[in-house]
């Protein structure tokens, strides 16, 4: 019986599906992979991986409707790796539903972080009731916070602000995302309320607000939680 | 085109104005010449403008003085009609010279701007062939890395140390990643030469500008001292992170490669009168005169410097800083080294509009 992890990569070329088969599977996964986007739709059908990697210039169809027809169903993590970098293609499959984003070229070890984490938050779907982050504690039941056993005295929307972010632990919330969930759909143009109380939100936890450890920047896309990557 | 369009709407007034101008000094005149001299008075005036306007503006005021001579010269005055069957002759004569007049005058300037787009032709082919030649060197140098590399991973009866196993391997890493920067570059470059590019401002950190570059250059940057100086508070300003992020990562990849082990690197940022004022300077060997004044030159490569390189970096820094409207300065630092300044007007965020904003929700 396998009990490895499934991997689908859904990739056109050779080289990267060899790239990535070979290192998935010397790291405890077991890949397997598709060179086409119909291809790939009916694996994923046959027999849903845990994870699927996605590459957005496929030959018979654009990978954000791939994605997009996968969220239909799927409910696994999907992870994009496309040599397009442009901020709205990544913006477009952040929204569309992929758990992260890897440009080509990228490093072997950074992608084997980004499916941990992403494998961690579709595993993880019991209830938590605390956050813990070296020494920042976030008690969801009572909403609190402390740093280093010091309550944090937080406003409403930083502790929004803050509890969304640290739920999605390592995952990329674009700006837009995260303006939705906090001040409502009427403010996804307000992005200067974010920058505002980012900004707050590291005065009162980051050790150095100027060069951040928990809240960190995605230039152009949105914020990040970090996640104790054991790399 | 909005230069193009006042330079014609300044034409048009002038011609207008001339021949206005000329008309009345000829009235004035009219006891002491003849209203057909006036009449090549007025074709001198419409000549002298062809030669130095377009064709519209020229037909203006070859219709506008033809009426006014008709008006006011010929006799009988202060009518359009005219009696005289030689005046309705010199009349239309009047018009076909000054209309040729016009017609030529734009045919010649259009054969010289033919002649200049030619130059410029050559000109381009001329860049290309620099842009190819250091293309393919720079190229082909980390391909040339990649083949011999793996190749020499790969021969089974070789007997390479582990730990030279891993210095190849990393000199295929670097090599690849040195590929893709050039890849990045030229790109760019395109965006700017093609005109397609579009700023897209939005609110941002100076804190996260200059740490997403600088950490992208961690490795290239660990034997340099950096040191960082935002001014404290610095606002949340707006500009486009994208180009702005690009612009300061080829500055500091630059200061990677120029300048010596060892050498001390600073970033400063400050925000003066809406101008964010951003800062690299280094005390490496600075430059010559004649590099400070070709530094941003496209292609323009350092004679001095023996590493590779396209000579498209600063001029990408130079061209997403002028997207924003911006300035970039070079000058050598003191007492030596090289001193990069970027001027970029941007947007500040009213911090105090939202102080209040955010006390009003304190939850306890």
Not at chain 1, 7 to 34: F, M, V
Not at chain 1, 42 to 65: C, F, N, R, S, Y
Not at chain 2, 228 to 252: H, P, R, T, W
Request: proline share 3%; net charge negative; glycine share 6%.
């Amino acid at each position: 019986m396998d009990l490895k992890t499934n991997i689908l990569i859904i990739d056109d070329e050779g080289q990267i599906r060899k790239l990535l088969e070979i290192t998935l599977n010397s790291n405890d996964y077991h890949a397997q992979s598709a060179s086409t986007a119909r291809e790939g739709i009916t694996m994923a059908v046959v027999h849903p991986p845990e994870l699927i990697i996605l590459d957005l210039g496929l030959p018979d169809e654009d990978g954000q409707v791939v994605l997009r027809k996968l969220r239909e169903w799927y409910l696994g993590a999907i992870i994009i790796l496309s040599v397009r970098s442009s901020e709205e293609d990544i913006v477009k499959a952040l929204d569309n539903g992929a758990n992260d984003y890897l440009t080509k070229p990228f490093r072997t070890g950074e992608l084997l972080a980004r499916i941990r984490t992403a494998l961690r938050q579709t595993q993880n779907v019991t209830q938590i009731q605390k956050l813990e982050f070296e020494n920042l504690v976030i008690d969801l039941t009572s909403r609190t916070v402390t740093l280093d056993n010091e309550p944090l005295k937080l406003t409403a929307t930083e502790y929004s602000l803050l509890t969304l972010l640290a739920k999605n632990d390592g995952r990329v919330l674009t700006h837009q995302y995260i303006l939705r969930s906090i001040w409502g759909p009427g403010y996804t143009q307000q992005s200067q309320y974010l920058r505002v109380f980012v900004g707050q939100l590291r005065k009162k936890i980051e050790p150095n607000p100027n060069n951040p450890k928990f809240i960190l920047t995605e230039s152009g896309i949105g914020y990040r939680f970090c996640t104790k990557i054991d790399d | 085109m909005r230069y193009f369009n006042q330079n014609s709407r300044n034409q048009f007034l002038i011609s207008v104005l001339a021949t206005v101008f000329i008309s009345i000094v000829c009235y004035s005149l009219s006891n002491l010449i003849g209203y057909r001299t006036v009449a090549l008075i007025l074709l001198a005036t419409v000549s002298m403008l062809a030669i130095f306007f377009s064709v519209y503006p020229v037909l203006l005021a070859a219709t506008l003085s033809a009426l006014i001579w008709d008006y006011f010269f010929i006799p009988p005055h202060f009518t359009l009609h005219v009696q005289n069957s030689d005046d309705v002759l010199m009349l239309m004569m009047y018009f076909i010279i000054a209309l040729i007049n016009g017609v030529l005058t734009s045919k010649v300037r259009g054969l010289e701007k033919l002649e200049l787009q030619k130059e410029e032709r050559q000109n381009t082919i001329k860049l290309y062939k620099t842009l190819f030649d250091s293309l393919s060197h720079e190229l082909r140098t980390p391909i040339a890395t990649i083949v011999g590399a793996s190749d020499n991973l790969l021969h089974k009866d070789s007997n390479i140390s582990e730990n030279d196993k891993s210095l190849l391997v990393d000199e295929i890493s670097i090599a690849a990643f040195r590929l893709n920067r050039l890849i990045d570059n030229l790109l760019n470059m395109q965006r700017l030469e093609s005109g397609m590019l579009k700023i897209k401002p939005d609110w941002c950190e100076v804190n996260d500008l200059i740490n997403n570059a600088v950490n992208r250059l961690k490795l290239e940057l660990s034997n340099r001292n950096l040191q960082i100086d935002i001014q404290e508070d610095l606002s949340i300003i707006k500009l486009d992170v994208g180009l702005i992020d690009q612009a300061l990562f080829n500055l500091l990849h630059n200061e990677s490669l120029y300048t010596p082990i060892g050498s001390t690197i600073s970033i400063s940022a400050k925000l003066i009168n809406g101008i964010l004022n951003l800062c690299i300077s280094d005390n490496g060997k600075g430059f010559s005169d004649e590099e400070l004044k070709s530094l941003f030159i496209k292609f323009y490569r350092s004679s001095a410097k023996t590493t590779g390189g396209t000579g498209l970096g600063l001029s990408i820094v130079k061209g997403f800083v002028e997207a924003h409207g911006g300035k970039v300065k070079v000058e050598n630092n003191i007492p030596h080294g090289a001193k990069f300044t970027l001027e970029i007007p941007v947007e500040v965020l009213n911090l105090d509009d939202y102080k209040e904003f955010s006390s009003a929700d304190l939850n306890n």
